[in-house]
């Protein structure tokens, strides 16, 4: 293949620099073009001194200057602002755009970047749920495909390659996060050091935190729903401890394909940005006979209720999908920032659902206003929990 031209999107996260990791190692098909990083100017300089981008942007116009005064020796252009990143994604230099931005701060630049004909490489939950209909729409006219990166996800699309067959379900596979086995008045008094703990996965604060609530997965169907044309009806949740079998998809008889491998996430990263081709990689590999078990069942509503609010979310359609979203992103935070318990978080999203303005086919002016509104109302519920 020809080498490949890539912009990361959040290349100091989890994301970015396993992103990077591959990069690396196939300096003869990839190389980067443009990384931006939101705080974290002294990785983002390390990085773009490493791998030479022809621009970085740090979002953070603070910290402009710093990283400005660094990458003076070198020929890389440096800008801030959100605004710049908008800008960039959208040059002839860039082929490939890995959307690895935490949170709904990912939509703006990826729509960008759609209406540039770009490959998206999408590693942001948060796009597809506040806006699927929108940014589908938008892939299709303008020609930009987009590739999973989610582990879930790449799974799926990895099951479908050489397939016509129709679906009759997708298996959306769970590792169920650090509290799979903790009842439901534990997760009352469970702390954030606990809930940080990935039993399988090394990802982000916010990304882990949803894999505590099992919120990640309702985040994930939905994503599915939108990537691959599916009702949420279509798609089943199953809580597989090991993290071995990614996802599965179940045809109309009865055959069922699975993805495996080891729990690392360059897999998912390297696929889609080489597709079609698939090359080496240095992975864990799979030894069976020391796999003494594969288990599989249902996740708990009661325990985790977000599962629940995010299928009530997507029925629903129209905006809900977002408010639910930007609810759970106030909630995260104010768990992380240890304003509110563990389990307060799905009562948070399921009351500002209940109390946001709702909109039947928004407009995606209409998705920036639900978003901020939505934050406004859980930040006010959150407020009301400290007080």
């Not at 009562?347 to 086919?361: G, L, N, P, Q, R």
Request: hydrophobic share 45%; charged share 20%; aromatic share 6%.
């Amino acid at each position: 293949m020809n080498k490949r031209r890539i912009a990361i999107l959040g290349s100091t996260g989890s994301i970015g620099r396993q992103a990077l990791d591959v990069i690396s190692r196939h300096p003869d098909k990839f190389e980067t073009e443009l990384l931006t990083a939101n705080n974290n100017a002294s990785l983002l300089i390390e990085q773009a001194i490493r791998f030479r981008p022809g621009s970085v942007v740090i979002c953070n116009g603070d910290l402009y200057q710093t990283v400005s005064d660094a990458l003076d020796p070198y020929d890389i252009k440096v800008f801030a602002g959100m605004g710049s990143v908008n800008d960039l994604v959208k040059s002839s230099a860039i082929d490939i755009v890995l959307a690895a931005m935490v949170g709904f701060s990912g939509l703006e630049p990826t729509i960008h970047a759609i209406k540039s004909g770009k490959i998206i490489a999408l590693a942001n939950k948060e796009t597809l749920v506040a806006a699927g209909s929108i940014v589908m729409r938008l892939s299709r006219e303008y020609g930009s495909p987009v590739l999973p990166v989610d582990s879930e996800h790449s799974a799926i699309f990895q099951c479908l390659q050489g397939e016509r067959a129709e679906i009759e379900k997708i298996l959306l596979t769970a590792s169920g996060g650090p509290f799979l086995h903790t009842d439901a008045h534990t997760l009352r008094t469970v702390t954030k050091k606990q809930a940080l703990r990935h039993p399988n996965w090394n990802m982000g604060a916010k990304v882990t935190i949803d894999s505590a609530s099992m919120m990640n997965k309702g985040l994930e169907m939905i994503e599915a729903s939108w990537l691959f044309n599916l009702p949420p009806d279509k798609i089943e949740i199953v809580v597989h401890p090991q993290s071995v079998i990614h996802s599965m998809v179940q045809f109309t008889d009865g055959s069922i394909k699975a993805q495996l491998g080891a729990p690392d996430m360059r897999v998912p990263i390297q696929y889609a940005l080489s597709y079609p081709e698939r090359i080496s990689l240095d992975t864990e590999r799979l030894d069976f006979p020391a796999l003494s078990r594969l288990s599989f069942f249902a996740p708990d509503p009661e325990r985790f209720p977000a599962v629940s609010l995010a299928y009530a979310a997507h029925k629903q359609g129209g905006n809900m999908a977002c408010i639910m979203n930007g609810a759970n992103e106030m909630a995260v935070s104010a768990f992380l920032e240890d304003k509110i318990l563990f389990h307060r978080i799905p009562h948070i999203i399921e009351k500002t659902m209940e109390k946001c303005s709702f909109v039947v086919a928004p407009s995606l002016e209409d998705i920036y206003r639900t978003h901020a509104e939505a934050k406004a109302l859980a930040a006010e519920l959150i407020r009301k929990e400290t007080e």
